[in-house]
């Protein structure tokens, strides 16, 4: 059978193995952390549903239904419950226009998304994804497996781990950030592959808070708010988690979940006390949970396209290898998913293994 190394668990990584399975290959699937889901983390306690990373998909885009069918946990899809954002001026919550949120947070991608339907999610969180493609490649994913180096070896490459084993695979998925894949691709011979570090990722910040329903007297509305950047103050925006989605805290509990920029001292205490004063919050949360990427989404350079390309131009003279992920595409879960299923029938297609 065709052994094709997956470097990297996230979602890419993931789906890239799962496409490889699908199409009767081998994947071997190598994540340097102990978990799969690179940033797709959903904490479950006490009935709440915490998400750390990503808290959904745009419903107009079809890869992860789709996914989640193959896999057969499409009946956890579920859709978002509440609609359109505001802004805190500093003094008052006023209605945004669609899209405008994202905006003004800068997250919106280059490409015109269409937000028209909404985002979707999942029952238990967006790690239910996760969790199901790890049960079903089963021991073919091996976490606290870091790539450390990537040679050619015969018709293939052999991968070096960070423990010093290696493995010797036919054709290799790269699917890990873009300053790894920087890294990886230089010391292969692939000089083209220094301009991935030119991909800059933003940290991010986030604080969800649980409370009481009674704790909050402001009347919710929509999904959230964003904070007008030039108010000052750490809160840049603010998601009402419980009301956007189904399942997220039980019934006389509300999930908030703050970001906010950079902070010195207890961010769950910025944010509680910044909160507590846009929804009139009385009390104390009963617990927090904090989330710190210090490199969260990619922000692209104008020439990124043009260095994706140069480096695919360079790589396809070498043994099946392809790069994928936020790293390299777009950065949206969608996106993550059909850049790893591409990459996975690109080497199967040089290898020979798919018509
Ligand atoms: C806070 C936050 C909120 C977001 N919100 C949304 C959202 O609501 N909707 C949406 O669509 N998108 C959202 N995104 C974007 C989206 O979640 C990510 O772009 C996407 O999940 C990235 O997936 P990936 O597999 O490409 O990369 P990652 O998730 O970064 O996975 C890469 C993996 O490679 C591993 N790795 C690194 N180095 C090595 C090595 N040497 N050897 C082996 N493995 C290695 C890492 O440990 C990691 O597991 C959000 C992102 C963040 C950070």
């Known amino acids: 059978m065709t052994r094709v190394a997956v470097v990297g668990a996230g979602i890419t990584g993931l789906a890239a193995a799962w496409e490889l399975a699908q199409e009767g290959a081998e994947p071997v699937v190598l994540e340097s ?21 990503p808290d959904g998909f745009l419903a107009a885009e079809p890869e992860l239904p789709a996914l989640a069918r193959e896999l057969g946990i499409g009946d956890r899809l579920v859709d978002q419950l509440a609609r359109g954002s505001f802004l805190w001026t500093g003094a008052r919550l006023e209605p945004l226009e669609e899209g405008r949120a994202a905006a003004l947070l800068g997250i919106s991608e280059p490409v015109h998304e269409d937000l ?16 199901a493609l790890v049960v079903r490649l089963g021991s073919r994913v091996a976490t606290a497996s870091g790539v450390a ?8 490459y052999r991968l070096v781990l960070t423990g010093g084993a290696a493995v010797e695979v036919e054709g ?10 920087a890294h990886l691709l230089t010391s292969l011979g692939v000089p083209p592959a220094r ?24 009347r919710l509305e929509g999904t959230g708010f964003v904070a007008r950047l030039e108010e000052g103050g750490t809160l840049r925006a603010c998601t009402y988690a ?35 004063k846009i929804l009139a919050i ?50 949206g879960v969608s996106a993550c998913v059909r850049s790893g299923r591409t990459a996975a029938r690109a080497v199967l297609e040089r290898l020979g293994a798919v018509q």
């Open 195 to 218: 301009d991935l570090d030119d991909v800059l990722y933003f940290p991010s910040l986030t604080v969800s808070l649980a409370y009481r329903r009674e704790q909050v007297r402001a």
């Open 242 to 276: 419980s009301l956007k989605y189904p399942n997220r805290a039980p019934e006389e509990f509300l999930l908030l979940r703050a970001f906010l920029a950079p902070v010195a001292g207890d961010p769950a205490a910025t944010a509680h006390a910044e909160l507590a």
């Open 33 to 53: 952390e102990p978990r799969a889901g690179g940033v797709i983390v959903t904490e479950r306690r006490d009935g709440f549903v915490v998400e750390g990373g």
């Open 149 to 156: 180096g990537v040679a050619r070896s015969g018709r293939g």
């Open 172 to 181: 290799c998925v790269c699917a890990v950030p873009a300053w790894v894949a």
């Open 116 to 131: 028209s339907k909404g985002f979707r999610s999942f029952a238990g969180g967006m790690a239910d994804i996760v969790d």
């Open 282 to 331: 009385s009390g104390v949360p009963l617990w927090t949970s904090a989330f710190h990427w210090l490199r969260g989404l990619p922000r692209y350079q104008p020439q990124h396209a043009a260095h994706v390309a140069a480096i695919r131009d360079r790589l396809a003279r070498l043994p099946p290898l392809a790069i994928a992920g936020a790293g390299v595409d777009r950065a």
